[in-house]
């Protein structure tokens, strides 16, 4: 659909941080709703989230419609100078659906019904369910588009629905014709002659359902392909509506952290806003650098001001031990999004629900009140965006590395026939090790597609990209040919976009630039066991691997089976690591590369712990560590956030933050 402009998020901020959260007033009684404006001014709250789980609410039955309380919140939150974002309910459709229309109901890979009595429970490719999600969208689009309140479109909420039945067989089979086209390119694609799996017949091809034993990996890696061109299809049915009726609106969906079941790059593009759903554990110490990575996924993926659509005040409800956080951690978290490029912090939920699945999941109003630790600490937040939104609100990170990331390269080396399934052997705990060294180096990195331009960064880092298109290996070595510093992981350029082994177990063109005159073998590593390498220990994987004589540098294995070859390998400015380093290791060794480009941490000689982040002309400085840190910082500073002047040092307490303006 042509839009006269494309809105943004700065459409809806205004010029200033937008704090709020989930609002869902339809579970209490009227006279609470004006006790919440009240405590939500009181918190600074300027924007709420209303309607994301209320279609039974707004539609009791078929056809029904029940918009008066919504009226009367829409105009609550305008006369109290609080925007709403506005959600499309069709996360989750009221149960007369499902007992009228049990095809909307979405089926497993063992032909299990998924009944309502939850939520996400509809089938992507229901012809019925999307009528009824569209006609709900456009009463409320018609309704709602023109009210003053309205300052953002969220619609349905965390995709994630896989769907195996029948109606989604039928789709999968119209996605596939227009994909291949025959089914003599179809047989092609999908390696059929293995196994006699050759299909005579588009009616012959099924979703992956339960087999007997393996799934065949190439319709697998098609079958998560589909399932995100479906959901996407719901996202901008739902999206043109609205848009249709306010083309000056911006639209979100939420995206989970790292989610398998969507290609965030492709999703993106379709988002006026892209926002994002983050759940640290405030028990995992390596928390911060997880977080940092979503948060630097998503800043790229909106190519600018993103927004926090969901993370809690306190503790969660679904880990096994769901502990709350520790005085200030949630200040700390926040503000760390907001230096790597948030525009919006807001939180599941406002009020901490009495009933339901979730009332042990902690709100910005917890069930101990407004005198309650949560909210006192929420209050204290508010009056801190309020402080630093108009110099901070629109303004860019500035990133002269990237890393690679491919959805499609997760998902084709996620099979159930890979080398190994050891834990940390997996697509996104490998990433997180690399950006993560990169961020304990105090490097800021964006995140990239392997299609994309990447001549803008001095170092290009792939972790793992078992799958990549001629086009994305063109343009690997175009970066490299132009001057830039290519830096990739074990089982990259492994195989093409059909999940075909490349001739020679990595692309011929990759071998030549790394270096690589053989790769022999792979050694994956057993939980738990090490390889010595030249000046570090390696982990998780090895590969027995034959240098070119125009290799550069080698680091090599040391002793066992890979006695003398390379464990990392470089020719010019393209490097190839065999082994995942241990943590220490990978990140001095990333250091030193990127060094070598001429990229340098945002501030030297910080203190163990401590974050340093810089966006437009501010400095953010953020205090990971359980205790009180002095941070070395020669001039003259202004703190924005206390509001005193900082001269050649800087004290942040537990969990500590600074914002500074040179």
């Not at 539609?59 to 959600?87: Q, S």
């Not at 479109?153 to 029948?166: A, K, P, S």
């Not at 002793?559 to 010019?572: Q, S, T, W, Y």
């Amino acid at each position: 659909m042509d839009r006269p402009r494309h809105p943004v998020l700065a459409d809806a901020a205004r010029g200033r941080i937008l704090f709020g959260g989930d609002y869902n007033p339809e579970q209490w009684p009227e006279e609470t709703w004006h006790e919440d404006v009240r405590l939500m001014r009181e918190a600074g709250v300027n924007t709420v989230t209303l309607g994301v789980f209320s279609w039974s609410r707004l539609e009791p039955r078929p056809g029904v419609r029940e918009f008066g309380w919504l009226d009367t919140l829409m105009d609550l939150m305008h006369d109290n100078g609080v925007g709403v974002v506005l959600a499309t309910p069709t996360a989750s459709p009221p149960p007369w659906m499902g007992r009228l229309h049990p095809e909307t109901l979405p089926r497993d890979a063992d032909g299990h019904v998924e009944w309502w009595g939850g939520r996400q429970h509809f089938s992507h490719s229901s012809a019925v369910y999307r009528r009824y999600a569209a006609a709900i969208t456009e009463d409320l689009a018609a309704r709602y588009g023109s009210h003053p309140a309205l300052i953002l479109w969220h619609i349905n909420n965390e995709y994630c629905t896989f769907d195996h039945g029948d109606e989604a067989a039928a789709a999968f089979r119209r996605w596939l014709r227009e994909r291949y086209g025959t089914l003599d390119a179809l047989n092609a694609a999908w390696g059929t002659a293995f196994w006699s799996q050759g299909y005579d017949c588009w009616e012959g091809v099924l979703p992956p359902r339960r087999a007997h034993y393996l799934n065949n990996p190439s319709q697998v890696l098609d079958f998560r392909r589909f399932t995100s061109d479906m959901l996407l299809e719901c996202f901008t049915a739902e999206r043109d509506i609205v848009a249709r009726h306010t083309p000056h609106i911006p639209v979100t969906t939420n995206f989970m952290p790292l989610w398998t079941g969507q290609d965030g790059w492709r999703w993106a593009e379709e988002e006026d806003v892209v926002s994002v759903d983050l759940y640290p554990d405030a028990r995992d110490p390596l928390a911060p650098r997880s977080a940092a990575l979503v948060q630097d996924l998503t800043r790229s993926q909106a190519r600018g001001p993103w927004m926090v659509m969901e993370q809690a005040a306190g503790g969660v409800n679904w880990r096994p031990v769901n502990q709350p956080k520790p005085r200030g951690l949630n200040r700390l978290w926040s503000l760390q999004a907001v230096a790597r490029g948030a525009d919006a912090v807001c939180y599941f939920q406002w009020r901490q629900s009495r009933q339901g699945a979730e009332k042990f999941h902690s709100a910005m109003l917890g069930h101990a009140g407004p005198r309650g630790r949560a909210f006192q600490e929420v209050k204290r937040l508010g009056a801190d965006l309020a402080r630093i939104g108009a110099e901070v609100a629109g303004t860019d990170i500035r990133a002269d590395v990237a890393v690679l990331h491919d959805w499609h390269a997760w998902w084709a080396g996620d099979q159930d026939g890979r080398l190994s399934t050891e834990a940390g052997a997996d697509y996104p705990t490998v990433l997180s090790a690399w950006h993560g060294a990169l961020w304990e180096s105090g490097v800021t990195c964006d995140f990239a597609h392997p299609e994309h331009d990447l001549s803008g960064y001095r170092t290009v880092v792939a972790p793992q990209l078992y799958l990549l298109t001629d086009a994305a290996v063109d343009n690997l070595l175009a970066y490299v040919r132009g001057g830039g510093t290519l830096v990739a992981g074990f089982l990259t350029g492994t195989a093409d976009q059909d999940d075909r082994v490349r001739p020679g177990g990595m692309d011929v063109r990759l071998r030549e630039l790394f270096g690589v005159r053989v790769l022999h073998e792979w050694w994956p590593l057993p939980a738990g066991e090490q390889v010595d390498c030249e000046g570090f220990t390696g982990t998780l994987w090895s590969e027995e691997i034959e240098a070119a004589d125009t290799v550069d540098e080698v680091l090599a294995y040391r002793g066992g089976e890979l006695d003398g070859m390379p464990a990392v390998l470089r020719r010019d400015r393209a490097w190839y690591f065999s082994t995942l380093p241990e943590p220490e290791a990978l990140r001095d060794l990333l250091a030193r590369i990127v060094a070598g480009a001429g990229v340098r941490p945002v501030l030297d000689g910080l203190p163990p712990g401590v974050e340093a982040v810089r966006r437009g002309g501010l400095l953010f400085l953020l205090n990971h560590g359980r205790a009180p840190v002095t941070v070395p910082l020669p001039g003259r500073h202004h703190d924005l956030l206390g509001g005193a002047a900082v001269t050649d040092a800087v004290t942040l307490d537990r969990y500590g933050a600074a914002v500074l303006r040179s």
